[in-house]
């Protein structure tokens, strides 16, 4: 009779599993035969949800062209019934809220797509979530699986729509053929052209954004990011190559070896090609890997061979053709393969995740100290990942060591110092973000090696083990934006990128500012060079001037204080020709084929997001005296190399009075042209030469290389490019490419005294950084260009780099 029951049990489970059509019988198309357009595959997830009782729906939030960001919650019915429970529970176990847990369900976390044209991830997410319910049903009781189909849609969307325009019918493997050749600036990147498998840390993009806000509400146990490789390439898995982060557990990389075991299983029985270990390391915190491996999870990149430039098929180096099928199948046979390790291993993943979060023996404090403006972008970043802050109670006595110049120190608390401790929930992380040598087991690293956040965000911070008393009630940040008594002036600070945003708003409303080219003090207050001072004699035809004025500053929360008088106590008077006009300027954007797209779209992304001023981009077939005449800024970024045509227009451009704005490798147009400076640095040479074996040849190239490291350099604050910051400044060096010192106008520059604060640098590299420029300008006939020879705006976390570049278009 039992076995009867039973036999009937699963028959009827069977109808129910039964009437949930596969993606290929809902699209009307079999799967992998041509591209599924981001809506639909949304609309599979919805009807899935619908018409299953093993998911559910959620939409989590909108992208900037609109699409929809979503999440399918997969698990047993049991278990969706109790899934705020079971999210709570777990928040209990990092110890985010309090109290014991009462379930053991794991949860696993699978994001599919975050490059749009590694498109094969979101046709694998919906078979891989159809299989699971139908298929693999038991492995859900004890886990909560969460699939994201697609992070980045409109990236996703703009490969695919492409597609349908350029294959031929039916498609052509060649991958000579158009249909491979994906143009400018390709499906990888969002809409405002950033990487977002580099943005989880710093969170500067809208989707980005949204999905921490969900990620962090769960803390899954282990995370899985879905990528595809060049079509030559065969399947990635863990276990990841070196670096790890010493901060990885034993746990952590135990778990790599048992996923990549289980997968290897699967694919050696279909003879299909992997590697493990190589390439893709656990190093940089802001990939889909390591954030989640630092937030305690087991944090793992899945790479198959693919691409843009792979289509529906492509023919490999061996012969072979690479299909869709194929790339689908691989993605979904790790994606259930790494469900059946997460259910087996249950226990011991809700274990070990409990103990990565008790940081109860940590003791690490980082005390900060800066401008408001720019602790406010900070604070804003760390409440994103739910990481606490607090001002301790004043006159602590602490020992600590000061991070840029590695002193100790000993000091008292003051009532502008703030503290982040590793003695916290997420204190390893904390730890992460905030150290400044990061022990590299290995120098070969896939990305950058220092991301310091003080130094990022421009702050003073101060390392310590001592643990400080918080204090309690304290006050918001809240500028003051009252405007009474008379009013002779508004005058507002210029420290940071949020009062280029003031002031942007305020030339949009045709109100009249200066800014001031000495120090001066009114009213008791100092104020540094670069301060705005908004006349009320400039804007006499303005009838509602101090209400403009009052509101922008409200709106934007930024600092204003009225001046009585124009007689200053100390400096130049208002009246003085040491405070300019900022005339309201055209500027134009160069994009485009034949620049870089990451450092277009960083430039677009802060002019629309950051300062919202208007910004107008131009294509190169534009690039004529005709259409720059109409701008007084142009902007280049890099990987521009111009014709000869080319760069004759824009010599004239510049000699007509226009102001261009070179960045990165453009600037090596106007290396060792007539009328210009600029001119690169070489190493001097050296007569012995270096044996080394062919397998080490690679190794040994780093020497030359300079991979994301953190120097200190010389600012000169006399200068108005340069207005708003202090002597130094501590630049993050993205290459090894050094150019030498200009005549003059050297506004940031690495001094004989240079030294690598943070991160990997080769020594021969190093030899070339003394000396040399960052942020120089050289006028040529009634204009002038301006070269930053690093990227300041670098996937616009380092946020103490921006000021440099508002200087450049606002200030002469």
Not at 42 to 67: I, M, Q
Not at 268 to 277: I, L, S
Not at 503 to 527: C, M, N, Q, W
Not at 539 to 566: C, L, M, P, Q, Y
């Amino acid at each position: 009779m039992k076995k009867y029951l039973f036999f009937i049990l699963v028959m009827l489970c069977s109808i129910v599993s039964a009437q949930v059509k596969s993606p290929s019988e809902y699209l009307g198309h079999e799967l992998g035969s041509q591209f599924t357009r981001h809506y639909q595959a949304v609309d599979y997830v919805k009807y899935v949800a619908e018409n299953s009782p093993k998911v559910l729906f959620k939409n989590y939030g909108t992208t900037n062209e609109n699409r929809s960001l979503n999440l399918a919650f997969i698990s047993s019915e049991e278990n969706l019934k109790n899934i705020e429970t079971i999210r709570t529970d777990n928040l209990k176990r990092a110890g985010i809220l309090v109290g014991k847990p009462t379930t053991n369900i794991t949860i696993l976390w699978m994001s599919y797509n975050v490059h749009g044209n590694e498109a094969s991830a979101t046709e694998a997410a919906l078979q891989t979530m159809y299989n699971l319910i139908n298929e693999h049903a038991n492995l859900l009781e004890n886990t909560v699986v969460i699939v994201d189909p697609c992070v980045n849609p409109d990236g996703r969307d703009r490969y695919v729509n492409w597609f349908y325009q350029a294959k031929n019918t039916p498609y052509n493997p060649n991958p000579e053929v158009r249909e491979h050749q994906e143009p400018w600036p390709s499906g990888r990147p969002n809409h405002y052209l950033f990487d977002l498998n580099r943005d989880w840390a710093w969170a500067t993009q809208v989707e980005t954004q949204q999905r921490l806000k969900v990620y962090n509400q769960w803390l899954p146990h282990v995370h899985v990011d879905f990528h595809e490789q060049g079509y030559n390439s065969p399947y990635y898995f863990p276990p990841a190559a070196e670096p790890y982060h010493e901060i990885i557990t034993n746990w952590q990389r135990e778990f790599q070896e048992l996923i990549g075991e289980n997968h290897a299983k699967y694919f050696n029985q279909n003879g299909w090609r992997y590697f493990t270990k190589e390439s893709f390391d656990l190093f940089y915190p802001s990939y889909g890997d390591t954030y989640p491996t630092y937030m305690g999870a087991i944090g793992m990149t899945y790479e198959q061979a693919g691409h843009g430039r792979a289509g529906l098929g492509v023919v490999t180096e061996n012969g072979s053709i690479l299909t869709l099928a194929d790339r689908i199948e691989h993605h979904t046979t790790t994606g259930i393969s790494t469900v059946e390790v997460v259910s087996k291993n249950t226990s011991k993943l809700l274990s070990n995740f409990t103990k990565f979060y008790n940081n109860s023996n940590e003791k690490t404090t980082y005390v900060l100290e800066g401008e408001s403006n720019k602790l406010q972008s900070l604070f804003s970043l760390l409440d994103t990942h739910n990481i606490e802050y607090f001002k301790p109670e004043n006159n602590q006595t602490v020992k600590g060591n000061i991070q840029t110049t590695n002193k100790n120190i000993s000091f008292k608390t003051q009532p502008n110092h703030w503290a982040i401790t590793t003695n916290q929930p997420k204190g390893k992380m904390v730890n992460v973000l905030f150290e400044t040598n990061a022990k590299l087991s290995d120098s070969l690293t896939y990305d950058i090696t220092a991301w310091n956040l003080p130094m990022a965000y421009g702050l003073q911070c101060i390392e310590t083990n001592t643990l400080l008393t918080p204090k309690t009630n304290v006050n918001e940040f809240k500028n003051s934006t009252k405007t009474t008594g008379n009013i002779y002036a508004f005058i507002s600070p210029w420290s940071s990128i949020k009062n280029t945003y003031f002031l942007s708003e305020l030339l949009k409303e045709e109100i009249l500012v200066r800014y001031a080219k000495k120090d001066f003090t009114l009213h008791g207050i100092p104020y540094k060079k670069g301060a705005l001072v908004i006349l009320k004699s400039d804007n006499t035809t303005n009838f509602h001037f101090e209400e403009i004025v009052s509101e922008i500053a409200s709106r934007t929360n930024s600092k204003i204080e009225i001046a009585t008088t124009g007689f200053v106590d100390e400096g130049p008077d208002f009246g003085s020709y040491s405070y300019k006009l900022i005339k309201p300027h055209n500027v134009a954007l160069l994009g485009g084929s034949g620049t870089s797209a990451y450092n277009f779209g960083e430039i677009w992304h802060l002019f629309e997001t950051q300062i919202q001023y208007p910004i107008n981009v131009i294509t190169l077939k534009n690039l004529k005296q005709s259409v720059l005449d109409n701008y007084n800024v142009l902007i280049i970024p890099s990987g521009f190399y111009a014709s000869k045509k080319q760069f004759e227009t824009l010599k004239k451009y510049i000699s007509n009075g226009g102001k261009l704005i070179a960045m990165e490798s453009s600037i090596n147009n106007f290396i060792n042209k007539d009328g210009f400076s600029l001119k690169r640095k070489e190493k001097e040479e050296d007569d012995t030469e270096e044996f080394s074996a062919y397998k080490d040849r690679y190794r040994n190239s780093i020497t030359n290389d300079i991979t994301g490291s953190i120097f200190n350099s010389e600012v000169d604050v006399s200068n108005p490019l340069a207005f708003g910051y202090n002597k130094t400044y501590y630049s993050l060096k993205l290459n090894a490419t050094a150019y030498q010192l200009l005549p003059k106008n050297n506004v940031v520059y690495y001094s004989e005294d240079a030294t690598n604060i943070s991160g990997f640098a080769g020594y021969k590299a190093l030899a070339k950084v003394p000396n040399s420029l960052l942020i120089g300008a050289e006028y040529y006939g009634k204009g002038k260009v301006i070269y930053f020879t690093d990227n300041v705006l670098f996937r616009s976390f380092w946020e103490n780099g921006k000021l440099f570049f508002a200087n450049a278009v606002f200030l002469d």
